[in-house]
């Protein structure tokens, strides 16, 4: 099982539209949790990390469920500019041990 | 505040060509770096870390090294380039859980 697991996708959705993505660990060990962002042949940056009470960020929602291994986010109100690949990151053990990315979920807001 | 730069940005290199790849931090000491490897439509594969001078840590094993002669600079080198070894290379160090990228190099291997 890998370590991180996503929906490829495509996700294809209109403007204003709500998406979500969901994603899975298989180490039960993980301590920390993020969701990057990745435009087309650019770097990763950081979109939200996510906390065990779930987070929210303007149009973003993050949402952490230890018992069944998985995080998610949520999209409301999705706009042209958040067209991306959305990367599921998890930490290995807690400190700053590598983190371990999922392959990423593309999103295509259309117009 | 933390930069971190890594060049060139692209690169062609023929088959059996050698390879270094440099990426130095800057506003923080002892960071941890970390090398990754993103193939064409494909995730990000960790490649390598290094916690301290000259300590590396492998995840997989390949055509690839690493080191890390000064604190604040991490190389990617390989002896001879593989046309699989072609792909965007990040760089990136760890800071208070989260991760910081360089803008990446994109290495085609002809």
């Known amino acids: 099982r890998k370590e991180v697991e996503q929906d490829p996708g495509p996700f294809n959705v209109p403007e204003g539209a709500t998406v979500a993505f969901n994603c899975t660990y298989s180490?039960?060990?993980?301590?920390?949790f993020f969701w990057y962002r990745q435009d087309c042949r650019k770097e990763p940056k950081l979109l939200m990390s996510?906390?065990?009470s779930g987070n929210e960020d303007g149009r973003f929602t993050a949402q952490l469920n230890r018992a069944s291994q998985y995080i998610s986010l949520l999209i409301r109100d999705s706009k042209l500019s958040d067209s991306a690949t959305y990367l599921c990151v998890v930490n290995r053990r807690s400190g700053n041990t590598p983190l371990v990315f999922g392959k990423g979920t593309r999103l295509s807001v259309i117009a | 505040s933390q930069t971190i730069h890594q060049w060139p940005a692209t690169l062609v290199q023929p088959v059996g060509s050698p390879l270094s790849l440099e990426c130095t931090v800057e506003g923080t000491s002892n960071p941890n770096l970390y090398w990754y490897r993103q193939a064409a439509g494909r995730g990000l594969q960790l490649l390598f870390y290094s916690v301290g001078i000259g300590q590396i840590s492998s995840e997989v094993p390949q055509n690839l090294s690493a080191s890390r002669p000064q604190d604040r600079q991490f190389i990617l080198s390989s002896k001879k380039l593989l046309l699989s070894d072609s792909g965007f290379y990040l760089c990136?160090?760890?800071?208070?859980?989260?991760?910081?990228f360089g803008q990446g190099t994109r290495l085609t291997v002809v």
């Open positions: 990136a160090w760890r800071g208070t859980g989260r991760a910081f």
């Open positions: 996510v906390y065990s």
């Open positions: 180490n039960s060990a993980s301590q920390s």
